[in-house]
């Protein structure tokens, strides 16, 4: 029997990611987690790895250095094809909704987070505004078949496009504040200080923040 196995982050879909981060981070013994990561990597079920001879099994475990190693990010796109599905990214600022803004704030304020729901907000099939006229959990099963690197990458320029908006805005907001002549000056600079950290702070978190992490290192 011929068996392949993906060597390579770029391989990777959301959905295998999913499974390999939820295996490295098992307090499972080393060798249990090579069975059920070959498992994943090969489509196998991991009964069937388990029967392999163990010469097989041993060829395999070359393959998974690749998971031991940062991969890097890949450039963003904003069209993508899914399972034979054309989507567009609409996640600039100018592009955005009140109703995928409003979905995004409220999937992000949930202690787990779904990452294939949070990027459906913004994979729009093609010829469609959001969340009118198709199946959206067709869009999740597509999102859950993306390279995960892809995932990663969208993710990252959407935050990174909202933390500049947030900048831009409390700049704004500083400026107009400032034509207030009617407010104590000491009132006023406090009430900017103020704004400007929470907008600041704001900023700061979506950058920070990375809900699609890259798992730990695997114990071999």
């Not at 093609?126 to 390279?147: A, L, P, T, W």
Request: with cysteine; charged share 30%; proline share 4%.
């Amino acid at each position: 029997m011929d068996i392949t196995i993906k060597n390579s982050w770029d391989e990777i879909t959301w959905r295998e990611y999913e499974q390999i981060e939820q295996i490295l981070n098992a307090d499972i013994p080393a060798s249990y987690k090579s069975v059920h990561l070959i498992s994943v990597l090969t489509g196998m079920s991991v009964d069937d790895v388990e029967l392999l001879p163990i010469t097989e099994f041993q060829k395999f475990l070359p393959s998974l250095d690749f998971l031991q190693e940062l991969p890097e990010y890949h450039e963003h796109k904003f069209e993508h094809t899914i399972n034979g599905r054309e989507y567009s990214f609409k996640g600039q600022i100018h592009e955005i909704t009140t109703a995928q803004y409003i979905d995004y704030r409220t999937y992000m304020e949930r202690e787990e987070k779904d990452v294939v729901e949070l990027m459906s907000v913004f994979f729009i099939p093609k010829g469609h505004d959001y969340n009118d006229g198709y199946d959206m959990e067709q869009v999740k099963n597509d999102i859950g078949d993306m390279c995960w690197l892809d995932i990663r990458a969208c993710s990252f320029f959407f935050r990174l496009w909202l933390a500049s908006y947030i900048l831009i805005l409390k700049s704004s907001l500083v400026e107009e504040m400032k034509k207030d002549k009617k407010k104590p000056r000491k009132q006023l600079k406090k009430e900017i200080r103020e704004l400007e950290v929470s907008f600041n702070s704001s900023a700061a978190s979506l950058l920070s923040s990375e809900f699609v992490r890259h798992p730990l290192p695997p114990s071999m």
